[in-house]
């Protein structure tokens, strides 16, 4: 099976930084790679598709970049809102693994 | 609005048997494919079963093959999950997920219910 590996585990910054969180698949995914918020005490959500596809609804400050084995999620100025786990997911093919997840915190 | 509501958690004991329920509205049920998604506390998100729109293919994590059964209702817009032979690390959340592709499954989870907990302990 394809592994995948997030980092950081954890990340604290401030309002208005820009913040980097890095997903590294053991092959190659092409861009079928996904982004997910979980805030604290709800249910995930789908932020960003096809590594780079923000869904309707997501603030712009959101962008996905990479293909291949490595991919990037960018907040270009966090806002208190976006306190949350982060996790990315690859869906090339079955099992559509989660990553380990990125607490962020302000 | 798509509604996914699932009820069926509780808490049992190992080796005994419990089936989630998922009613779900709001869409044509019979265009997509659903998951069974379960987070145990503190952890991330783990795939448990998939059944494609057309109720025949199905896929199992490795961790709950042989023991969990998917299935799908078109009738009653109902999704199930029989868990047989419950295990202590089978505690979790358990999530009921519409897939974002109509008609051809994607792999993404798009719509997701509130979850109901399962707790397996002796």
């Known amino acids: 099976d394809i592994q995948i590996t997030q980092s950081p585990s954890s990340l604290s910054a401030s309002v208005g930084d820009r913040v980097t969180i890095t997903c590294r698949a053991s092959h190659d995914i092409s861009n079928y790679l996904a982004w997910y918020q979980q805030k604290p005490g709800k249910v995930p959500k789908l932020l960003i598709f096809l590594a780079s596809a923000l869904r309707s609804g997501v603030p712009p400050r959101f962008s996905g970049s990479g293909s291949g084995t490595d991919f990037t999620l960018t907040i270009s100025s966090l806002q208190p809102d976006d306190v949350a786990t982060y996790y990315c997911?690859?869906?090339?093919?079955?099992?559509?693994?989660f990553g380990q997840g990125t607490n962020l915190e302000i | 609005q798509v509604q996914v509501v699932e009820t069926g958690g509780g808490v049992v004991q190992p080796g005994k048997a419990l089936r989630l329920s998922c009613a779900v509205s709001g869409f044509s049920f019979s265009d997509y494919g659903m998951l069974w998604v379960r987070q145990a506390p503190g952890k991330g998100p783990e795939w448990v079963a998939v059944?494609?729109?057309?109720?025949?293919?199905?896929y199992y994590g490795d961790s709950v093959k042989g023991r969990f059964t998917i299935s799908r209702d078109t009738s009653e817009n109902t999704v199930y999950l029989q868990m047989n032979r419950l295990r202590v690390e089978d505690t979790a959340v358990y999530y009921c997920?519409?897939?974002?592709?109509?008609?051809?499954?994607?792999?993404?989870?798009?719509?997701w219910g509130q979850g109901t907990p399962v707790t397996v302990s002796s």
């Open positions: 997911q690859k869906y090339n093919s079955a099992p559509w693994t």
């Open positions: 059944i494609w729109h057309d109720g025949i293919s199905t």
């Open positions: 997920v519409r897939d974002l592709g109509r008609l051809r499954f994607l792999g993404l989870a798009e719509y």
